[in-house]
């Protein structure tokens, strides 16, 4: 993931486990109070073990075991530089509860720690979500893609819990690789790419119609990688054409009418002919290419 430095504007603190934190002006109404954080990071559980940083970084609390410098280093210039960027792109509120995000500093610690704390072991080497400990648990050596994809399923939970799972899906995994520009967080091109264009070759992908309809068991199901491709790289050209900001506000806005958004991607394509325009769509994407090496 790539990003800028970002200036560093929200309330945060360091705490050893178990510390008292002391007292700072709470943020706006619209986020949780500081002093419910801090409560919530005197009482975080499973509690870290000895080594590990907790700091809070609103609204989420970080608790990471590499030295304290780069826990929050990683708390500002990826969870406080995303949250503020998905705020102003997306979402007026905070998440549904708060989030502890475990930043293991390796895969060591990562494959080690994470069963003991969590009671399994890790299904991904990147990271997921702990739905029963409202934890993100991460392998922060593998980057911040996988932390950022998280972080927005936790906004979209406290903003738009009925979102439709091909866009909730969409949405986060575009931020699995992004940047600044503008002011503003942009996906960009990532690994997804090679395979949704094989899949597109091979006439394979799902047509949007039948993407947008799918429930969460048929999504996440033996084409989900696929599925996944094709959201995000939706979402993608939504973004390129300066159009997603208003889908995600147009679809939150027409949520009982049409639960699986088509007809508000329709409306925000300005009702193109869709087999028309899914040929467009997909002469766009077979003709973008992964960044070099490097970049």
């Known amino acids: 993931m790539t990003m800028p430095a970002a200036a560093l504007v929200a309330a945060c603190m360091l705490l050893a486990p178990g510390a008292i934190l002391a007292g700072a002006e709470d943020p706006s109404p619209d986020h949780f109070p500081l002093g419910e954080l801090t409560a919530h990071a005197a009482m975080i559980s499973p509690r870290p073990p000895p080594g590990f940083t907790i700091r809070i970084e609103q609204p989420f609390v970080v608790i990471g075991d590499e030295p304290a410098a780069m826990v929050r280093d990683h708390a500002t ?32 610690s990562y494959d080690s720690q994470a069963p003991s704390l969590f009671g399994a072991p890790p299904i991904s080497p990147y990271g997921y979500c702990s739905s029963a400990q409202h934890a993100l648990v991460m392998n922060i050596a593998t980057g911040g893609g996988t932390l950022v ?9 406290g903003n738009f819990p009925a979102c439709p799972t091909w866009f909730n899906e969409g949405l986060a995994s575009l931020y699995e690789q992004c940047e600044e520009r503008h002011g503003r967080i942009a996906g960009g091109i990532n690994w997804r790419l090679p395979g949704l264009q094989t899949a597109l070759r091979a006439g394979s992908a799902p047509a949007f119609a039948l993407l947008t309809s799918l429930p969460a068991a048929d999504y996440y199901g033996i084409n989900t990688g696929v599925n996944y491709g094709v959201a995000r790289y939706l979402c993608y050209y ?22 699986s958004g088509y007809r508000t991607l329709q409306a925000v394509l300005g009702n193109p002919d869709m087999a028309a325009f899914r040929m467009e769509w997909e002469a766009y994407v077979l003709a973008l290419a992964m960044p070099a090496a490097g970049r």
């Open 238 to 259: 939504l973004q390129e054409k300066g159009l997603l900001q208003r889908f995600y506000r147009d679809v939150v806005a027409h949520q009982e009418e049409d639960p």
């Open 149 to 157: 994809h998280e972080m927005t399923h936790a906004f979209m939970r």
């Open 77 to 108: 210039r990826i969870v406080r530089w995303a949250s503020d960027r998905l705020r102003q792109e997306y979402f007026a509120k905070d998440p549904d509860r708060i989030y502890d995000i475990w930043l293991f500093k390796d895969k060591e």
